[in-house]
């Protein structure tokens, strides 16, 4: 291997960044729908040669975490390297060969430079609608994977720059939004053209092997880092029980227990004794539990480490085959992020018995899913489709954000302009709620509600919601967060509380439906809270007079 100095590899490890966010710029500017023009529901990543991962986009943790999981089973099982074509593009959104739910197609080219592969670059998107039973293909009631939409295998969807038409036309006729989703699916093939491009330029202002030597050190660089802050944490074991309400189809509960045992530099997780995998479509895959884990300890450990797959080195992870956790095929996947948010808290929850004072309490850590499919007067059809969130966790530095998106899923909110001026809605609300914070002497974040009335005449809900029955724990005598609702008012006024996970529910101009997101937990003793800091709450309709009474503190002296 050729030797290279620090210093040249972290000018090339920050260039290897600047092309992957060179191509997640290139998909916001030219998307089609708003899951990805909007949500920002996509990522970027640069792979090495052999196809680790050394750069990525300040996007989506719990994809980027993932697709180097993806390209290695690529590789080994379906599509060897040596076929690898200069101008080849490889596209799956197969959860059972790599990927993680049919509505995220993750697309891959290989980059040449004076005819040797140096890289490959990746996209993620989530795509607006793959088919399946349910409109945004969420569909609660799915019993296997072949229920929840169009898988594709691993596939050459371009041989040597050459796009295989057939396979776009079988996908688009499988689908509700085909103009968004030929949309998305041309702003992955540029942006790998463009992060081509630039893995180009790289090669040849270093030349392929500093190229090569540099992002070797790259990984053995972040692997260094990362055991030396593992080595930082006190040795011992720690074990944690979270509980998920249910699949959407049985009352549930599911239960995910993870063991950590931390011994000088290295980790290990044991997830023996979570639930067997489930009839609903919550179940994980073990890219995606990995995932998660990966997420929570360099969230926990990690915020100066750069992020690749030297990370994961000294992390094992011990899953038991066909549980929640690492399912079997043809097992139902694509509500997996309400067990995939879980894992990252029990993770977390295992943490705080080690390092109590560096770990929040939970934050409401569902990704709130919601898809409305409309039909216009004219008979157009629509998919709205939304992501909500909800409040963090108190922890030892002060209270937590409210309404913020959790760094696992990491989007942005649609804005309800653009929404109403697309489909056919109007919102009525849309603010945090009062009193969903957990108490604690650090409060938590507060959820939020979000109201909107179809306008259109007939339509149909579906959600993939969660924290109906078990909220967001607190830590060190802090209180749990607040639970979530949905509700469906009727035009005349009856009013219909919603199940967490439902398909398909019929709606009419008129009606209005309700979401309200959970808070964070609390962090330490709430009576240890300061008055003018409930005061202030008061104040700041952050919580009501009865909220503020559930800290024992004299609302007269709170408000003097």
Same mark, same amino acid.
């Given at each position: ?83 690898? =074509? ?62 929840? !939409? ?44 463009? &992060? ?10 270093? &030349? ?36 998920? =309400?249910? =699949? ?49 300890? +360099? ?38 992020? @309400? ?15 080690? @390092? ?15 898809? +409305? ?63 969903? !914070?957990?108490? &604690? ?51 005349? &006024? ?30 330490? =003793? ?28 004299? +609302? ?5």
């Amino acid at each position: 291997m050729t030797a290279i100095s620090p210093v040249r590899v972290e000018i090339v490890r920050n260039a290897l960044v600047a092309a992957a966010e060179e191509m997640s710029i290139t998909i916001w500017r030219t998307s089609r729908s708003t899951v990805v023009r909007e949500i920002l529901d996509f990522s970027t990543a640069v792979f090495d040669a052999e196809g680790r991962q050394v750069a990525q986009s300040a996007r989506i943790p719990v994809h980027l975490n993932s697709m180097s999981a993806c390209l290695e089973r690529l590789i080994a099982d379906f599509i060897p390297l040596e076929r690898w =074509d200069d101008g080849d593009v490889i596209v799956t959104n197969d959860p059972y060969s790599g990927g993680q739910h049919l509505p995220d197609i993750q697309t891959f080219r290989p980059v040449f430079h004076e005819g040797r592969r140096i890289a490959i670059v990746g996209t993620l998107c989530h795509h607006v609608d793959v088919g399946g039973g349910a409109p945004g293909s969420y569909y609660a009631d799915a019993r296997e994977i072949f229920q929840e !939409g169009i898988r594709i295998p691993p596939l050459k969807l371009a041989e040597k720059g050459v796009l295989n038409q057939a396979i776009v036309d079988l996908v688009l006729a499988n689908v509700r939004q085909p103009d968004e989703t030929s949309g998305d699916l041309k702003a992955q093939i540029a942006a790998l053209g463009i &992060g081509a491009r630039a893995m180009e330029r790289i090669a040849a202002k270093y &030349g392929a092997a500093d190229l090569a030597a540099a992002t070797s050190a790259i990984l053995d660089g972040s692997e260094t880092m990362m055991r030396a802050a593992i080595a930082g944490l006190p040795d011992g074991a720690a074990d944690f029980v979270e509980w998920v =309400d249910d =699949d959407g189809q049985t009352e549930g509960p599911i239960r995910l227990q993870v063991r950590l045992e931390k011994q000088g530099d290295r980790i290990r997780l044991d997830f023996a004794g979570s639930s067997p995998q489930v009839q609903g479509p919550v179940n994980n895959t073990r890219a995606m539990t990995c995932s998660a884990v990966y997420y929570a300890l +360099l969230a926990a450990l990690g915020k100066d480490i750069p992020a690749n797959s030297g990370c994961y080195r000294p992390i094992e992870v011990v899953l038991p085959e066909g549980s929640v956790v690492d399912a079997r095929f043809p097992a139902p996947v694509t509500g997996r992020m @309400v067990v995939n948010h879980r894992i990252a808290t029990a993770v977390f929850g295992a943490l705080a018995q080690l @390092v109590p004072d560096r770990i929040p309490a939970a934050y409401y850590a569902i990704s709130y899913v919601y898809a +409305l499919a409309t039909v216009e007067a004219s008979g157009r059809r629509r998919v709205y489709f939304d992501i909500e969130v909800g409040g963090w966790g108190g922890h030892a530095g002060g209270d937590g954000a409210s309404a913020l998106s959790c760094g696992l899923h990491n989007n942005t909110n649609a804005p309800i302009e653009m929404v109403e001026a697309k489909y056919p809605v109007t919102f009525l609300r849309y603010g945090l709620v009062p009193d969903s !914070g957990g108490p &604690g002497r650090n409060r938590g974040g507060l959820g939020l509600v979000r109201e909107f009335r179809l306008d259109a005449p007939v339509g149909s809900l579906s959600t993939n919601f969660e924290r109906f029955k078990h909220p967001p724990y607190g830590i060190g005598g802090g209180r749990p967060g607040s639970l979530s609702r949905t509700t469906l008012t009727r035009a005349d &006024g009856s009013v219909e509380a919603l199940r967490s996970k439902v398909s398909g529910v019929p709606v009419r101009a008129g009606d209005v439906i309700t979401i309200e997101t959970s808070g964070g937990g609390g962090w330490g =003793d709430p009576a240890e809270r300061p008055a003018a800091r409930i005061a202030a709450d008061l104040a700041d309709g952050m919580v009501t007079p009865a909220g503020a009474a559930r800290y024992g503190t004299d +609302l007269n002296e709170a408000a003097e």
